[in-house]
């Protein structure tokens, strides 16, 4: 299934995307797309039902898409995920996976605008394959047990303002958790509906030029992994996302002088069967 959450900020409905496109008011089923409804298989299992019986209210197709999730608990990222990203940026492979957080709060819908921050001069783009988790996961032994716990997959923008993150000491976490710097969606996709997570292409465009085209086959750390590695650090409840890391084609890694966004931007973003995001930037 397609996930989704449809209506203003802070008052979507609840959706589910049919065979033609078309959202469908899942309201008078859930409350809402979260972690709940996630690690609710009966729940799930009605939705299925309703969906293939046709019967669910249309909701306009023109309306805006919020984030898929609502409610999300926590943000674990990866930093330096991807073998190509890491070589562009000249680090070294990681032995283990890099770790940092972003608030929930930075998560805004697929097609919002992004905010590039005040006295900012390096604010980069990162297209990323997100993992939902659905099933509480602690000490999982197996990279089965892991795949066991992942509810679905979407993309997520891991918006990053560089000169916060590398220059001004401590952790990544201040150039990390700007407002608006984690777009995602517009789908929540089952996991029955994405068999090998490490065979998908993802895209990016700066304002109609593609600068990122790669795929999670060429991720260091796979997703089994990831969620399994993650499960022996923090307890993973459903409603907690997983940013996976950005392949190669990021501002940071190009010559100088280096493309960083401005205020006027477009970004683009896709990957393969989650769907396609688009975010004009502007000034906080």
């Given at each position: 299934m397609k996930l989704l959450r449809v209506g203003p900020a802070g008052a979507e409905r609840p959706a589910v995307l049919d065979e033609t496109g078309t959202p469908r008011d899942l309201s008078g089923l859930?409350?809402?797309?979260?972690?709940t409804l996630l690690a609710d298989e009966a729940a799930l299992a009605r939705i299925r039902e309703a969906a293939a019986s046709g019967e669910l209210p249309a909701l306009d197709a023109g309306s805006r898409i919020g984030p898929p999730?609502?409610?999300?608990?926590?943000?674990?990222?990866?930093?330096?995920?991807?073998?190509?990203?890491a070589t562009e940026t000249g680090a070294a492979i990681p032995e283990e996976p890099i770790?940092?957080?972003?608030?929930?709060?930075?998560?805004?819908?697929p097609?919002?605008?992004?905010?590039?921050?005040?006295g900012s001069v390096k604010t980069d783009w990162e297209v990323e394959l997100a993992v939902v988790i659905g099933r509480t996961a602690r000490y999982l032994e197996s990279d089965e047990e892991a795949l066991a716990s992942v509810a679905g997959y979407a993309i997520a923008h891991d918006v990053s303002e560089r000169a916060f993150q590398i220059e001004r000491g401590g952790q990544w976490d201040k150039g990390k958790n700007c407002e608006t710097f984690n777009p995602l969606g517009p789908w929540l996709v089952t996991a029955d509906e994405v068999p090998d997570p490490q065979a998908l292409a993802l895209r990016l465009w700066v304002n109609g030029e593609l600068k990122q085209d790669g795929t999670t086959a060429d991720q260091i750390f796979p997703v089994a992994q990831v969620v399994r590695y993650l499960s022996q650090f923090m307890t993973l409840y459903p409603g907690d996302v997983i940013n996976t890391g950005t392949p190669a084609g990021v501002a940071l890694g190009r010559p100088e002088p280096k493309p960083y966004l401005r205020a006027g931007d477009v970004v683009e973003l896709e990957i393969d069967g989650l769907g396609r995001q688009r975010q004009e930037l502007k000034g906080a």
């Open positions: 859930v409350e809402d797309i979260d972690g999730l609502g409610r999300i608990g926590k943000i674990v990222c990866i930093g330096l995920n991807y073998h190509d990203h770790l940092f957080m972003k608030a929930p709060d930075t998560v805004v819908g097609d919002d605008t992004v905010l590039v921050p005040r």
